[in-house]
């Protein structure tokens, strides 16, 4: 196997090991604030997309630190905010289609459960989310420092 391709796995199965805490993270605050999971007594009961954004913003938090440190600390930010902006505007859009999923299962299809809810949104939802982040955020924040050009013309010996 190539190098690039090496790199390319290496990345892929970092990003996912970052994924999954941040998942795991906003599953359980999810749960906790939409089902009252674990503590008995729902917080949000009655508003699980709103519990879901808020959960997964923690878990965007934990992801861009995990991303830019360990997932492509050799890709330097070109922006001044270290790719903050450009990264919570990709999770923020990617977040619509597990959001779309939720919003069906709830309004659509009229399952009011834990399990609908997070085989939507946590199933579903997050499995299209990652690859559109994954793409998005090596394209657009974690890309590859510019190369020094070559040059054409060798300098006279």
């Given at each position: 196997m190539s190098d690039r391709w090496q790199r390319l796995l290496g990345e892929v199965w970092r990003f996912f090991a970052v994924a999954q805490l941040a998942t795991w993270v906003s599953f359980v605050i999810?749960?906790?604030?939409?089902?009252?999971?674990?503590?008995?007594?729902?917080?949000?009961?009655?508003?699980?997309?709103?519990?879901?954004v808020l959960a997964n913003c923690v878990g965007m938090v934990i992801s861009y630190h995990g991303a830019r440190g360990w997932v492509f600390p050799h890709r330097p930010p070109r922006q001044a905010d270290g790719g903050w902006t450009a990264y919570v505007v990709i999770n923020l859009l990617a977040m619509v289609l597990p959001v779309g999923c939720l919003f069906l299962t709830r309004h659509v299809l009229h399952l009011d459960s834990m399990?609908?809810?997070?085989?939507?949104?946590?199933?579903?939802?997050?499995?299209?989310?990652?690859?559109?982040?994954?793409?998005?955020?090596?394209?657009?924040?974690?890309?590859?420092?510019?190369?020094?050009?070559?040059s054409a013309v060798s300098a006279p010996s």
């Open positions: 999810f749960n906790v604030l939409a089902h009252g999971w674990l503590v008995g007594t729902t917080v949000m009961g009655d508003q699980p997309i709103v519990a879901y399990l609908a809810d997070n085989l939507s949104a946590n199933g579903v939802g997050l499995v299209l989310a990652f690859g559109a982040r994954f793409y998005l955020f090596k394209r657009f924040v974690f890309r590859r420092p510019l190369e020094a050009p070559t």
